[in-house]
């Protein structure tokens, strides 16, 4: 690794913008795998090269970076992270935001074992998700049942509320792949923070958050990306006026009384206003069932 500079990174906010040149960075994504397995599972060179086998694949190829699910073989029981190689840009916001989900212990926040500015690359390192996102689940054929829906719509709230509450940013691109499944499919975890910013005192955007969370519980309800997820008037108001539970909603027949409130109150149907996670996690009735 001795072609690269690593940077010390600030792990607090508030986040930084990216520095100007971001040329392609010349490291080696296989240097750059074995320095942060060796990190995560504390071995030492020597080592390394001995008692240490590793086999990657990619998983996922967004915009800006790309993941690789990464597993290592030592002497002890295999290891599966998911290590995602990103344009700096992006990194530089969302180790920052990663590590405080993890110091939290915010277990609705894909966890991070170890984020790196190496060069002009951001290398984040974190627990590998087996039921591979949102979007492919549903793909599959399925509609979410009501039950599955609330489950994985709460842990989408508690993550976002997280975010704007103790961390001061919104995620701003919440959809389908970036919802992240654990291997039995019972929970969700939030991921992708790489459009991560910091909430403006004069233009807080959190309502695209919760817009965001709306359309992806449309997803899993109905089967099918809605038509409101277009919907993105950087006006609020204007783009409440766009809901149509009629039109947009499951129909009442096929879905509880409990489930379209949800959506009522997310969409800010009779509202001014989107209310916060807060509020939606408070006065949510499906949410505070025994
Ligand atoms: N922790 C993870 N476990 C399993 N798959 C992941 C994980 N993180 C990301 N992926 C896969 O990689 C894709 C791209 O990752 P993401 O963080 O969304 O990067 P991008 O900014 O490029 O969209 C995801 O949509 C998903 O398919
Ligand atoms: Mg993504």
């Known amino acids: 690794m001795d072609t690269v500079s690593e940077e010390e990174i600030d792990l607090w906010l508030p986040l930084r913008p990216p520095p100007p040149n971001e040329s392609p960075s010349s490291s080696d994504d296989e240097e750059i795998i074995q320095e942060i397995v060796k990190e995560v599972l504390a071995i030492q060179g020597e080592q390394f090269t001995q008692d240490?086998?590793?086999?990657?694949?990619?998983?996922?190829?967004?915009?800006?970076?790309?993941?690789?699910?990464?597993?290592?073989?030592?002497?002890?029981?295999?290891?599966?992270?998911?290590?995602?190689?990103?344009?700096?840009?992006?990194?530089?916001?969302?180790?920052?935001?990663?590590?405080?989900?993890?110091?939290?212990?915010?277990?609705?926040?894909?966890?991070?074992?170890?984020?790196?500015?190496?060069?002009?690359?951001?290398?984040?390192?974190?627990?590998?998700?087996?039921?591979?996102?949102?979007?492919?689940?549903?793909?599959?054929?399925?509609r979410l049942s009501e039950e599955t829906c609330t489950a994985f719509g709460k842990d989408l709230f508690l993550a976002v509320k997280f975010l704007h509450e103790e961390v001061g940013v919104i995620h701003g691109d919440i959809h389908a792949s970036n919802v992240l499944l654990d291997e039995h499919r019972t929970y969700v975890k939030l991921a992708d923070l790489g459009s991560a910013q910091a909430i403006q005192e004069d233009r807080p955007r959190c309502f695209d958050d919760i817009w965001q969370i709306g359309c992806v519980l449309l997803f899993m309800l109905n089967g099918?990306?809605?038509?409101?997820?277009?919907?993105?008037?950087?006006?609020?108001?204007?783009?409440?006026?766009?809901?149509?539970?009629?039109?947009?909603?499951?129909?009442?027949?096929?879905?509880?009384?409990?489930?379209?409130?949800?959506?009522?109150?997310?969409?800010?149907?009779?509202?001014?206003?989107?209310?916060?996670?807060?509020?939606?996690?408070?006065?949510?009735?499906?949410?505070?069932?025994?």
């Not at 970076?65 to 995602?84: L, S, W």
Request: charge should be positive; aromatic fraction near 6%; proline fraction near 5%.
């Open 224 to 290: 099918a990306t809605s038509l409101l997820f277009y919907e993105n008037d950087p006006d609020e108001e204007k783009r409440m006026e766009a809901v149509n539970p009629e039109e947009h909603f499951p129909p009442s027949r096929s879905a509880s009384r409990e489930v379209l409130k949800l959506l009522n109150l997310n969409f800010g149907v009779g509202r001014k206003q989107l209310p916060s996670a807060a509020e939606i996690l408070r006065d949510a009735t499906i949410f505070n069932q025994k």
């Open 52 to 142: 240490v086998h590793y086999s990657w694949e990619i998983v996922g190829e967004g915009r800006f970076g790309v993941c690789k699910k990464v597993i290592v073989t030592t002497n002890r029981d295999p290891v599966t992270v998911c290590i995602k190689t990103a344009k700096y840009s992006q990194g530089v916001n969302e180790i920052p935001v990663l590590q405080r989900a993890k110091e939290r212990n915010i277990t609705q926040i894909v966890g991070l074992h170890v984020g790196k500015l190496i060069g002009r690359k951001a290398v984040i390192c974190m627990e590998y998700m087996p039921g591979g996102t949102l979007k492919e689940y549903v793909k599959e054929g399925r």
